[in-house]
């Protein structure tokens, strides 16, 4: 009796006390143990919300450094670099790790992107920071961002003063608003200039903040060479001066990447909902310079049925199906596209997830819809640069890439426009 009190006694201190190595790395406070066990999981808890070492590779002082990569690029040619933009929340991690095949059923594995949890929603944090990469099977390169429109990142940008701590544009010193508006162009400009593939994540259909930002980006991404043409003539570049550096840009092909525009948290994804979206893309975008093959699109499973025609909105109607005889004397239906562009906008989109017990005006599950988008952007035939290019060489060239981003006379003179239209502080 006596041995058994003795053990019991013992117990709660060895159920609220820490193993010895991680008490050697406490912070060595002296408090109670119920309050080193509420602290002890608190950081348990950071810990599996947050890698252990970040892998940006844009530093505090606005620099790409990717050398810590090196040991995961290899000497190959057939490989395809996906890249994400969007404002916070929109889902852009969530589908990163679908390209990169993590399941979120896994327990105990960290995503290979970290996704917004509630406590950061409620802090209104940003997860992502800068720039990051990972390398998933078949050479897929995904290139993640800090979310555009984030007033958090704005706030980690400001002083006390109103200025920005970063300088963007070559010692200037700004605002931070208009600072936190040429990060944002910097990132688009770079990722169209280096990826195969750009996803532009949004949530719902109303919001067309990403589609202004695209035509921006599609009006400033001039005089940035093509990442393969300019590694291969590196050493002109460098031998040469500010001059020579922007003759041989003009004389240079550009490269865009093909842009995909994915929409999330549908709460209504029927066929009129999706044909709007459509015709409203194709108009806004007639003639995209950033669109070469439109291969990537959401198709509705089946058409509404014969009895709800009659509900489509008039300016649909080149879209309704037309009723044709055949030979044995009954009609048919045909699907007769008459508006149809022969070059459209690649476009996606995925509904609001939701429990299973919600009924929701959708024609196939969040996750069914995710995995077919998945298949798509990885089924895409992996367009080329210019020039072969290695794995190895295109990693080397992104900071000379980036560095002509940030020095662009473009987007100088975009950012003296900004500054005298009177919406940023001087």
Known sequence: MATSMGSGGLGPKILLSKPAAARAEGSGSSGPSGIKLMRDRDDDGAGRRMPQVSLNVLSDSW??????YLPLIADNQEFMVVGVLGPPGAGKSTILNELYGFE??????????NTQTEDIRAMARHCSVGIELRMAAERIILVDTQPLFSASVLVDLMRPDGTSNISVMGGEVMSAELAHEIMGLQLGVFLFSVCHVVLLVTEGTDDVSMWRYM???????????DPSIYSQSSSAFENSGDKDNDSLQDDQLEHFADAV?????????????????????????????????SLIRYVVPQ???PSEWHKMSSHLKGMQPMLKPV????????????????????????PLKVSGDVVQNTYESYHVMLQQLRNQVLSLQRRSFSKP??????????????????????????????????????
């Open 261 to 293: 525009f994915v929409h999330t948290k549908l709460q209504d994804v029927s066929y009129t909902e999706i044909k709007c979206l459509e015709m409203a893309l194709n108009s806004y975008f007639p003639n995209p310079a950033f669109n070469r093959n």
């Open 63 to 68: 620099d790409l450094t990717p050398e810590r």
């Open 104 to 113: 979120s059923s896994s327990q105990g594995i960290l995503p290979p992107f």
């Open 327 to 350: 030979e044995n004397g009954s009609e048919a239906t045909s699907i007769r596209k008459l508006r149809k562009p022969e070059k459209g906008v690649n476009f996606y989109v995925l």
């Open 303 to 305: 058409f509404p049925p």
């Open 215 to 225: 035509r921006t980006i599609e009006m400033l991404k001039q005089g940035i060479p």
């Open 389 to 426: 290019l290695f794995e190895r060489d295109w990693l080397k060239v992104l900071p000379r890439i980036w560095d002509l981003v940030k020095k662009s006379p473009v987007l100088a003179e975009y950012c003296k426009m900004l500054q005298s239209s009177g919406h940023f502080r001087r």
